[in-house]
């Protein structure tokens, strides 16, 4: 308990501290479909890149991700996800603990920490998954393994809810923070992408004995485009406080 | 007005579609009344279905079927999976001498292959011996098959016919 004034005096000269570190963050949000087709079964892809405004271009350690999809597309219309994985066998495991029905697309992530030595990098890839089941969301486990320079797994999950139009499904995403040692500094997300569809994903079920491998169904592109093209937002918060908002557009397709 | 408790468990339906198929259900239980208790103005009842995929459109999913059991009637259904937990559609069956329309909605829970979901189904309107079919709200509730969309319904409540 005497520790408490203690806590607070650091808190507060943290504070008084923070508008040095809360530099603003620059980040640029890519979205696809494909095949961007009216109607057709797709792959939603969506990428971040963040930078940082100070010298070392490294950004604030990321907290959240809300990912808005376009009105009209919906993962109940498809058959991704015909398995669900628990996070902690994910994590303890890795994906083998998973089915491979589970996967509901891959992409690839990329952390900066600045050093005294210099801005130190790390790529990991991503796997997203069909989380437990739960009453008030579909749930997503991102799973990213990285290998080097620090061998890593993680699992941070994401809650997909219904959105307001012109929006149909929001990604709600937490990112864990990732520190780089005891007392050093957390590490930065710097790249993030992930593909929710059917590209490069084969699931299978046993038939009369026998087991077949099919390609999954992806999401629905609606009949018709909206004026502008099909609509994705995000708002990245970031450990500072700071919080950037950026939108993008997938164009309607031709016929 | 003569109220009558007309309970049917495990009663299958061979094809059909989803929400549809509990509202199938309903409308099955109140067309098979025999004609000698058609002074009856409520039925209470509780029916088990299955129904499978006949179609898609976009993601609107077709489905058709037959009742069978205690009762037989045709169904045919259309529906959508509207977001992450919402699934609404329309129904129509064929019970013999008319049929029965309504529509129906309620949230799903995706556990991998299957979802559940649960809501209600409302009958809005008749035709041929159902015209005057009271509009009715009855509580659904079942299974989705997300690799087959085979799904399973169990309802209850009570019909005005």
């Known amino acids: 308990m005497r520790r408490h004034p203690i806590i607070a005096a650091a808190v507060l000269a943290l504070l008084a501290m923070a508008p040095s570190a809360r530099a603003a963050q620059r980040v640029r949000l890519h979205a696809s479909l494909y095949p961007n087709r009216l109607g057709a079964s797709t792959t939603i892809g969506f990428a971040f890149t963040i930078a940082g405004t100070g010298p070392s271009g490294v950004p604030a350690p990321l907290r959240a991700i809300d990912l808005h999809f376009p009105g009209g597309m919906s993962l109940g219309s498809s058959t991704l996800g015909l398995a669900y994985c628990q996070p902690a066998p994910l994590l303890t495991d890795g994906l083998e603990s998973c089915s491979r029905n589970a996967v509901l697309g891959y992409g690839s992530g990329a952390v900066k920490v600045a050093t005294s030595q210099g801005v130190v990098s790390e790529r990991a890839a991503i796997t997203a998954l069909l989380g437990p089941p739960n009453p008030q969301h579909v749930e997503v486990l991102f799973y990213a393994e990285a290998v080097t320079p620090i061998a890593a797994q993680l699992v941070f999950p994401g ?4 959105d307001q139009a012109p929006y149909g499904t929001l990604l709600d995403t937490t990112i864990p923070l990732i520190s780089t040692w005891p007392g050093g500094p957390d590490v930065s997300v710097t790249n993030f992408s992930s593909t929710v569809g059917p590209k490069n994903l084969t699931y299978s079920e046993r038939v009369g004995g026998r087991t077949i491998r099919f390609q999954p ?39 | 007005v003569k109220t009558i408790r007309l309970i049917t468990v495990k009663t299958r339906w061979k094809a059909g579609g989803i929400a549809t198929g509990a509202l199938a259900c309903a409308a099955c239980a109140a067309a098979a009344f025999p004609a000698s208790v058609a002074f009856a103005k409520t039925v209470q009842f509780t029916e088990n279905a299955s129904l499978h995929l006949t179609g898609s459109s976009g993601a609107l999913l077709v489905e058709a079927g037959t009742a069978r059991g205690t009762y037989n009637c045709a169904v045919t259904a259309r529906f959508k999976i509207n977001s992450t937990s919402r699934i609404s559609g329309t129904f129509t069956v064929y019970p013999k001498g008319g049929s029965i329309t309504g529509t129906a909605s309620g949230r799903i829970v995706v556990a991998g292959r299957i979802a559940y979901y649960g809501g209600t189904m409302t009958i809005s309107k008749g035709s041929g011996s159902f015209a005057h079919v009271h509009p009715t709200t009855i509580g659904v509730s079942g299974t989705i098959d997300r690799r087959t969309y085979a799904l399973t319904v169990k309802t209850n409540g009570t019909l005005h016919v």
């Open chain 1, 159 to 162: 809650a997909v809810l219904d």
């Open chain 1, 217 to 255: 169904t992806g999401i629905k592109i609606p009949r018709t485009c909206p004026r502008g093209g099909f609509p994705f937002a995000a708002e990245l918060r970031f450990v500072d406080g700071s919080e950037v908002r950026t939108r993008t557009s997938v164009r309607c397709p031709r016929g």
